[in-house]
């Protein structure tokens, strides 16, 4: 097997408890690398379109890449695939900290998990020991509490990845946490409630193994010399986190507010950013395994009307999702949000949506006080957003019908409602305007899980990042269209290659990585030897292998769309995107079809 590879895959069936380790060789690894790519490749042998994601036949798929435990800054990370609850098509979400670290040291580069357990159950991993453990006591439990009461249990330096009760109920927004109360979270497309339809409460991992590298010398010096750039590029992030640039954000007309509907909010946006967390909650930094950043913020909030809080402090998506968007103002309730959030184990992203969507109807009178259990749900309630999020992660009154995501509750409410759900293909949208980045209107449209800017990261490199060694010499007029196809193909490519590896992709929004260097890594790591060109064309392979999973899914241009408010409604500062020459273009340089469909020629091209 390869450097930056252990070679097996553990195969767990909860059903009967089989469990079965599984070789993979060179070959495999050559043409999907690993991390959600690799695991696009098993998703995609297992299931079709007739699997229900809540079913015992919905694998799990946890997979680590070849740079995971390698020490290459950035690469404390995992990636988690699935069918998504949610959008009933392809379905992934990352998460930081140690865990992935751990579970290749423990001897293996993933797992997948299939059937049901006949009762609750977690799973310790232990230097290629696997165990059962009864999780009847856990079940109920937040991620915090079961988390601490795994630890205590097993008495190592373990990490977990833990569901909580939102996970348990399988609501479509449950997310997977791990760390504890850090929660370095798998937040996307319902993955929690995946692992909760299986009856599975944890995933403990530890191991001691060493990854082995096919050039030490070499890639230690090389981390020597790049690490002080990283350090140099990235120390506004460590400072005040992802949420240092809200201000700037604002100006340009990408933060977004009132459910992407209101234009300026100068004056709310100043009260949450990440130099007022610095100044009032903020009491430490934290980082994930192998990375020189530490955007990590831990806070605490000891009195007041939104203590207590301590742990995990909340990132820019977060204030995005449970502040601006629903105007509330307060970092207290927002910090305690996201707690709460953490808690039950809800997508923070998923939870602000249908919160401001759920503001929006009660405003317009869908929705009133009898439906929300008396909550006030207006605009900029602090104290409702919080009680809110209480009643999703319970599944209380209206909370139970929001947990199933925005598209389910705006159909459910029926009216006009669908028409201010903020979502493509059922996945609410990411944080960043896509009518202030045209690459992100593009990209939103066509991710393979939903409207992600992790899928291309381009809105980085319309503002002042680049990407030279793709061609990416200057920043790109970020209303231009003539380009734009192009441009968001290589950044996609890229970011498939990231989450491949798998990388953290702050290193390419910071400037402090680019795609050479990404190369050189990988094949110091792994002995590959391979030219920048087949390197981005592993990433080409990922993402058309998961546009092909979706197209048997039922997915073709017809969904390649954006909300409403996305392409009618100019704020101050938009220009409405042109998504239908975007999308033309961009089918016509992915060798896809008028509807959006992988060509013969080109699943000839890439070995599909």
């Known amino acids: 097997m390869s450097s930056g590879y252990i070679g097996r895959i553990l195969r767990i069936d909860l059903s009967n408890r089989e469990i079965q380790i599984e070789q993979i060789d060179e070959g495999v690894t050559k043409l999907w690398v690993g991390g959600s790519s690799l695991g696009a490749k098993f998703l995609y042998d297992s299931t079709d379109e007739r699997t229900d994601a809540l079913s015992p036949d919905n694998p799990l798929i946890f997979m680590t890449g070849p740079l995971t435990g390698s020490s290459v800054p950035g690469t404390g990370r995992h990636e988690v695939v699935f069918k998504s609850p949610l959008t009933n098509m392809f379905g992934r979400s990352g998460a930081g900290g140690r865990w992935g670290v751990l579970l290749k040291r423990a001897g293996f580069d993933g797992i997948i998990l299939t059937g049901k357990s006949n009762e609750p159950v977690y799973l310790w991993i232990n230097d290629g020991k696997v165990e059962f453990k009864p999780a009847s006591h856990l079940w109920g439990k937040d991620t915090y509490d079961a988390n601490q009461a795994i630890i205590e249990e097993l008495g190592k330096k373990i990490s977990t990845a833990v569901i909580g009760p939102a996970g348990e109920r399988m609501t479509r927004i449950a997310c997977i946490c791990h760390e504890g109360n850090h929660a370095r979270v798998a937040g996307r497309c319902g993955v929690g409630a995946v692992m909760g339809s299986k009856n599975l409460k944890a995933i403990a991992v530890y191991g001691t193994g060493k990854v082995m590298v096919a050039e030490p010398e070499k890639l230690h010096s090389y981390i020597k010399e790049m690490l002080p750039q990283i350090q140099q590029i990235t120390k506004g992030m460590n400072a005040f986190g992802t949420t240092g640039g809200i201000m700037n954000y604002e100006k340009l007309g990408n933060f977004p507010h009132k459910n992407w509907a209101q234009s300026d909010w100068e004056e709310g946006a100043a009260k949450i950013t990440g130099q007022v967390m610095a100044e009032t909650i903020l009491t430490g930094r934290y980082a994930c395994m192998n990375c020189p950043v530490g955007c990590g913020r831990t806070v605490k909030i000891s009195e007041g009307p939104f203590a207590p809080v301590d742990g995990g402090g909340p990132e820019y998506e977060t204030v995005a999702a449970l502040g601006s ?248 500062r938009d220009q409405l995107p042109p998504i239908g020459r975007l999308l033309s273009d961009y089918y016509e340089l992915r060798g896809w079809s008028e509807d959006g469909i992988p060509t013969e020629a080109k699943k000839k091209e890439l070995a599909l």
Not at 377 to 405: F, P, S, Y
Not at 473 to 497: C, S
Not at 514 to 531: H, Q
């Open 325 to 572: 968007n629903c105007l509330v103002d307060n970092l207290q309730a927002i910090a305690k949000a996201n707690e709460l959030c953490n808690r039950y184990g809800l997508d923070t992203m998923s939870t602000g949506a249908v919160i401001g969507f759920a503001m929006e109807a009660y405003e317009k009178g869908l929705i009133t006080k009898e439906d929300t259990g008396g909550i006030d749900l207006r605009w900029g309630n602090a104290n409702a957003l919080v009680d809110m999020v209480n009643k999703i992660g319970q599944g209380k009154d209206i909370g139970l019908l929001l947990g199933e995501g925005v598209k389910r509750a705006a159909e459910k409410i029926g009216h006009n409602a669908i028409e201010f759900a903020i979502q493509t293909k059922g996945l609410s949208s990411s944080y960043h305007d896509p009518r202030c980045f045209f690459s992100q209107a593009l990209n939103y449209a066509t991710t393979p899980r939903g409207p992600c800017h992790n899928g291309s990261q381009s809105h980085s490199c319309e503002m002042k990042g680049t990407q030279p060694d793709l061609g990416i010499t200057e920043p790109q007029d970020r209303h231009q269209v003539e380009g734009k196809a192009e441009f968001t193909i290589k950044l996609q490519n890229l970011m498939a290659m990231f989450d491949g590896l798998v990388m953290c992709k702050f290193m390419h929004a910071t400037g402090s990585i680019r795609a050479k260097p990404m190369l050189d890594y990988f094949n110091m790591v792994t002995g590959f030897g391979w030219s920048l060109d087949e390197f981005m064309k592993a990433g080409e392979r990922a993402l058309n292998l998961q546009r092909l999973y979706n197209v048997r899914c039922g997915i073709s241009r017809k969904d390649d769309i954006l909300p409403p408010r996305f392409l009618t409604l100019k704020r101050s």
